[in-house]
Each structure stands twice: as structure tokens, then as C-alpha cells.
T-cell receptor, first 116, second 113 residues
Framework: AQTVTQSQPEMSVQEAETVTLSCTYDTSESNYYLFWYKQPPSRQMILVIRQEAYKQQNATENRFSVNFQKAAKSFSLKISDSQLGDTAMYFC?????????????FGQGTRLTINP | EADIYQTPRYLVIGTGKKITLECSQTMGHDKMYWYQQDPGMELHLIHYSYGVNSTEKGDLSSESTVSRIRTEHFPLTLESARPSHTSQYLCASMRAGEVNEQFFGPGTRLTVL
């Protein structure tokens, strides 16, 4: 079974600081994808960043970047120059083909608060 | 504007009532999903569909049922609501083919008294 673990239930930093959210996963699959999703309070879940397991280069999207360590099965998210609008629940998610199906497996989430 | 919609956003209902949660998307996506999420908790897949007339159960057992008669529409039905069904239900869709981003609706927060 595929599992995703986020060991930090809550984090809080000051505006403009850099913060790193941790995620580890367990799988026997060789071809898979990893995602970070953001769920702001009372708003829709949106994709922050994605990483294909076959790519060695870490994905980057503006202030968001990942540290993908395939051997360690680790996929952390770094948010640079944090902003008040980054306050949200962040979910790490894993996707592979399960018997032909494409399903997301989510971690427990990290509640991130950016303080002014 | 291409999007994914869910109605109602909030629903409070008594035990034993039949309810249908609506989900529609205007992106032409073949794949659609229903997730159940307790407040502040992870999402669990309860149903998914690869296209018209295709429905499958997800990883979390659910007493709900789904149908997919039209590509854009993926409603979820509870025949007899119970307090244990109180949760948030999120609908998502994804384009077929290679792995892509799943787009999520705003969710329906269901409370069964």
C-alpha cells in the first residue's frame, strides 16, 4: 500500500521568512508523481507544485520549490519570502497507477500560519 | 470560464433523508473523483470515474453511490443520511492521458443531525 506521512501538524512563521514542510512516502512503484496542494481556509484546494519521480531536477514554481530525495522517499516543500496569503493547509500527495487507476493518496496535512 | 462546481456548499439535514451532492465541470475532463475530508484532516478517495457509465469505489468504504451519465456531471447520493456521514465532500476532475493535475471543487460541507 502507498502511504504519505506529514510529520508536522502545524507550523507558524513570520512574514518574509522561509519555511520548509516535510513529507515522506512509501511505495514499491518506480513510476510515480508527487504533488503539494494548498487548501486555504474555506477556499478551493489548488496545486502548488508537482514532481515526476523520473526527473532528477527539483521542481520550482516562483517562491515554491521542492527537495526531492528519491532514495530516502522524501519530498519537502520550501516556501521562500512567505506571504500572508500562504496561510493554509498544505497536503503532500502521491499518485501512481494502481491496477490501471490514477488515484491520489494524501498525507495528513500541515497547517501553516504566516504571521504579520 | 472552465471550472468545477459543487452544490450545495453547505447542507444541514436530518437523519434518514436522501440527499444528492452535485458536481459539474466545464473542462471536458474524463476522470472525476469524490473525496471525503473531516475538518483539518487528510482526504480519502471514496469514488472515481474514468468516463461515462464508468464508476469505481475508492479506498475508503462509503455508503454513498455515484453515477456518470454525462461527462460533465458526477453526482453523489446518500439514500439515508446518518450523523456518521457528517463531513466535507470534495469533487475533483482530471484530464485523461498522462498524469495531470486534479482540479478540485469548493466542497460541500454536510451536517447530519
Amino acid at each position: 500500500a502507498q502511504t504519505v506521512t506529514q510529520s508536522q501538524p502545524e507550523m507558524s512563521v513570520q512574514e518574509a521568512e522561509t519555511v520548509t514542510l516535510s513529507c515522506t512516502y512509501d511505495t514499491s512503484e518506480s513510476n510515480y508523481y508527487l504533488f503539494w496542494y494548498k487548501q486555504p481556509p474555506s477556499r478551493q484546494m489548488i496545486l502548488v507544485i508537482r514532481q515526476e519521480a523520473y526527473k532528477q531536477q527539483n521542481a520550482t514554481e516562483n517562491r515554491f520549490s521542492v527537495n526531492f530525495q528519491k532514495a530516502a522517499k522524501s519530498f519537502s516543500l520550501k516556501i521562500s519570502d512567505s506571504q500572508l496569503g500562504d496561510t493554509a493547509m498544505y497536503f503532500c500527495a502521491f499518485m501512481a497507477y494502481f491496477q490501471g487507476a490514477q488515484k491520489l493518496v494524501f498525507g495528513q496535512g500541515t497547517r501553516l500560519t504566516i504571521n504579520p | 470560464e472552465a471550472d468545477i462546481y459543487q452544490t450545495p456548499r453547505y447542507l444541514v439535514i436530518g437523519t434518514g433523508k436522501k440527499i444528492t451532492l452535485e458536481c459539474s465541470q466545464t473542462m471536458g475532463h474524463d476522470k472525476m473523483y469524490w473525496y471525503q475530508q473531516d475538518p483539518g484532516m487528510e482526504l480519502h478517495l471514496i469514488h472515481y470515474s474514468y468516463g461515462v457509465n464508468s464508476t469505481e469505489k475508492g479506498d475508503l468504504s462509503s455508503e454513498s453511490t455515484v453515477s456518470r451519465i454525462r461527462t460533465e456531471h458526477f453526482p453523489l447520493t446518500l439514500e439515508s443520511a446518518r450523523p456518521s456521514h457528517t463531513s466535507q465532500y470534495l469533487c475533483a476532475s482530471m484530464r485523461a492521458g498522462e498524469v495531470n493535475e486534479q482540479f478540485f471543487g469548493p466542497g460541500t460541507r454536510l451536517t447530519v443531525l
